[in-house]
């Protein structure tokens, strides 16, 4: 844990609305939120309660209507489509519910894609890829493709995947949510590794109250609104 | 390189999709060549026609004869060389099917006015000789059987009747494009026949084949052949043989670009297609292309991968419907030769046929890449799972 060190993300007066036709519908208003470096959070909520919308934010992949988002330093909010992309590839790993692996490329290849937008060559690659896979305990699977990988297996892969460019942080969106008991116990395990060994800071979206309890700091989200558990 | 493993993994992933889509670009651009080249053949014999030839028939048709009279006043024409005649004879061999196209002519200077009709000294002597002799092309000789020596009997239509002939040569065409389907007889055995049984009809010819002396004189001597026969009975009109052929050609024209349209249709419709196949691909992989997004690749790494795979499935088709035109073009050539004296496809028509796939391929993939490149990465994770 790391409570009371710099955050690594700021988070100020933050809003975001959908709009459906011609009706504007508000998911987030005014979301102030720190982060320490670090910390394992998450962020629990009923359904449509805005968590996915902000962890897509605080990972830039969807832009906010108003306020700040700070990561590392950086304004993520000012960033164009191109500095953004650069910028996600090298600062946040991502671990999606449904592992969102590519099917035809091997467990090797998957993990060595955001590698791929880096200046590393071939032989660094494999170095890289080969030591995450040791990490998450797959490197006897790297040639399999992921339809030849339990559920479990696919998730570790695609935690090795967001580990691989050593980012600042990692979102997790319902990472155990596609998973059963013990496999998501694994996972939750190897996540909080990353978090004790590895200083990552996780932030995470789940329903789960049991994988919410590896959690640091457990933050909810109710119409839009945050508080603090 | 990493883009050109993903793009060749992804073609497989759907094998029979990636296989119907090959195989019906391939299908499509036979299609479009061998019209192509139907096209080409149907203009090749306006093409092939000698400039040193005039054909001289009755202005009113070419079903009207002309008298053999004429022949020594053309004869007298400056410029001219050598003039022949002839007739269509319209006759078939045993049944309506077996249908050529076959002539009754002057063979001495026909055999001069036509060098690419090849035959042996001895074979062109005998025919000469032999006023029920006939020659034949070599493919038509192939198609019966027939060897020199064989008694042929055709049975006429214009000409009724019976009518016997002896095969004394058998001509190869100089040229690729020559003409070896005819078989050619003496215009006396004709007419003599002629004078016997419907007297009206003798001494008369359908047309004159006139050499001239250079092509520079063509149009020179053509002019002074009509004016002989000017305020006659049956007045003439003189042409190029190019010119000749070419009205044949015209009288089709509507149907040889209709072909062309429907050459084009073709590939219009393929396209569609493959942009039908390639949108459905990318719908479904535009979950993978967020992912992607979100590792941070960028729009024209997507825009590689979809356009791509698009380009290669096209080209993959493009190449097996040309390897396929060979063997097509060779069956045309043997099974349909009484329609086509040869079927070759050109070079150009191979090229066309290969870039017919590639703007299938650039096409179909526009509007996928547009959509895959362009996609926000929120909206495209929310059709995973």
């Not at chain 1, 990490?135 to 967001?162: E, K, N, T, W």
């Not at chain 2, 190869?172 to 002629?194: P, V």
């Amino acid at each position: 844990m790391a409570e009371n060190s710099e955050p690594i993300v700021r988070i100020r007066n933050l809003s975001k609305a959908y709009r459906r036709g011609t009706q504007v519908i508000p998911v987030l208003t005014g979301i102030n939120f720190d982060i320490a470096r670090g910390e394992f959070v998450a962020l629990m909520g009923p359904s449509g309660s805005g968590k996915s919308t902000l962890l897509n934010l605080i990972a830039g992949i969807d832009s906010a209507d108003q306020g700040s988002i700070q990561v590392a330093d950086v304004e993520i909010t000012s960033l164009g489509e191109s500095d953004l992309a650069r910028w996600r590839a090298g600062s946040v790993g991502f671990i999606f519910q449904f592992y969102n692996l590519i099917p035809v490329l091997t467990a090797f290849e998957n993990v060595e894609l955001p590698l791929l937008l880096t200046h590393l060559d071939r032989r660094e690659r494999r170095e890289h890829v080969e030591a995450v896979l040791n990490v998450v305990g797959l490197a006897d699977r790297m040639d399999h493709y992921p339809a030849q990988l339990s559920g479990g297996q696919q998730q570790r892969v695609a935690i090795a995947r967001a580990i691989v460019t050593d980012p600042e942080i990692l979102v997790a969106d319902e990472p155990t949510g596609d998973l059963d008991r013990a496999s998501a116990e694994e996972i939750l395990q190897l996540m909080d590794r990353l978090v004790q060994a590895f200083g990552k800071t996780v932030i995470m979206v789940t329903h789960d109250p049991r994988a919410a309890e590896k959690a640091h700091i457990i933050r909810h989200l109710e119409k839009g609104e945050l508080s603090v558990t | 390189m990493f883009l050109l493993k993903y793009i060749l993994r992804n073609l497989f992933r759907h094998r029979l999709r990636s296989v119907l889509t090959v195989v019906g670009i391939a299908v499509a651009v036979l299609a479009f060549g061998l019209l192509r080249t139907l096209v080409g053949l149907w203009y090749s014999g306006a093409e092939h026609a000698s400039d040193t030839r005039l054909v001289t028939r009755n202005s009113i048709s070419l079903v009207f004869p002309l008298p053999i009279s004429y022949l020594e006043r053309i004869r007298g024409v400056p410029g001219v060389t050598t003039v022949s005649y002839g007739s269509w004879f319209g006759a078939y061999y045993k049944e309506p099917k077996n249908f050529f196209a076959n002539y009754a002519i002057e063979p001495k200077g026909y055999m001069e006015l036509y060098p690419e009709f090849t035959l042996s000294p001895q074979e062109k002597n005998d025919f000469l000789l032999d006023r029920k002799g006939c020659i034949v092309g070599q493919r038509l000789a192939k198609t019966y059987g027939w060897k020199v020596g064989d008694l042929i009997t055709l049975k006429g239509t214009i000409y009724p009747g019976q009518w016997e002939f002896v095969l004394r040569g058998i001509y190869h065409g100089r040229e690729k494009a020559t003409e070896e389907r005819i078989l050619l007889f003496h215009w006396d055995y004709l007419n003599e026949a002629m004078r016997q049984t419907v007297p009206r009809r003798a001494d008369q010819v359908g047309y004159f084949i006139v050499g001239v002396k250079k092509p520079e004189l063509a149009s020179e001597v053509a002019l002074a052949i009509d004016s002989l026969f000017k305020n006659s009975l049956a007045e003439t009109l003189t042409e190029t043989e190019k010119a000749f052929h070419m009205g044949f050609v015209s009288m089709t024209e509507a149907i040889m670009i209709a072909i062309q349209i429907v050459s084009y249709m073709v590939i219009a419709i393929i396209m569609v297609v493959a942009a039908n196949t390639m949108a459905m691909t990318a719908r479904e992989r535009i979950g993978e292309y967020a992912t992607l997004k979100t590792l941070g690749f960028k729009g024209w790494h997507l825009a590689g991968l979809i356009f791509g795979e698009s380009v290669i499935i096209s080209f993959l088709g493009g190449l097996l419907g040309v390897a396929a035109t060979f063997p097509a073009a060779s069956w045309i050539e043997t099974e349909l030769a009484q329609f086509f004296p040869y079927f070759s496809v050109s070079g150009e028509t191979l090229l066309l046929e290969l870039l017919a796939a590639l703007s299938v391929g650039v096409v179909s993939g526009i509007f996928p890449t547009w959509r895959g490149a362009t996609i926000r990465i929120a909206d495209g994770l929310k059709r995973i799972g």
